[in-house]
């Protein structure tokens, strides 16, 4: 059944954003969590949601979709509009973030090419540094030079780890 005909029966259900939690692509079916007020609810979904939106079935991703609720079933995914964010962007919120304010810390590597490096801190872990910190802050990947010292804060208690928020030039 496609969408237009799904319209013309005259289901309706919610629009939601939910994450792909789980896809067998041996069953063509998988599960979407969403949220509905406090409850964390799921549907299942089958590939030809996702290929009727021309759009792989990731899982991990988050999606705008279109829920079905069915009486005495589950409720079941009948579109998928956009896939929002990938599994590689998609990061939990962390229980428990802080900062320790704005630091001196000592550029250990950055690689251009994985768009990644880390700072070095005494007697603590190293810190990651990400591209999108680099360019949110306008300093210039070519200034990212090894053993230069920034100033740079750091989120503790983020699910990788420690992780560069800021960064600036030390004057």
Not at 158 to 166: E, H, L, N, Q, Y
């Amino acid at each position: 059944m496609t969408w237009t005909e799904r319209r013309k029966t005259g289901n309706t259900g919610l629009t939601v954003v939910g994450q792909v939690r789980s896809f067998d692509p041996k069953t063509h079916k998988g599960m979407i969590e969403y949220r509905e007020g406090e409850a964390v609810l799921s549907a299942v979904v089958y590939e030809d949601a996702f290929t009727e939106a021309q759009l792989e079935p990731i899982q991990g991703a988050l999606v705008s979709c279109h829920v079905l609720k069915r009486p005495g079933k589950m409720a079941k995914v009948n579109m998928v509009f956009a896939i929002l964010s990938r599994p590689d962007k998609v990061e939990p919120e962390p229980e428990e973030v802080r900062s320790e304010g704005i630091i001196k810390a000592e550029l250990r590597w950055f690689n251009t090419k994985l768009k990644y490096g880390f700072f070095k801190r005494p007697n603590k872990p190293d810190v990651f540094l990400f591209i999108d910190t680099v360019e949110r802050c306008s300093i210039s990947v070519d200034a990212l030079v090894p053993e230069r010292v920034f100033l740079i804060e750091i989120e503790e208690g983020a699910p990788k780890g420690p992780r560069v928020i800021s960064i600036a030039f030390e004057s």
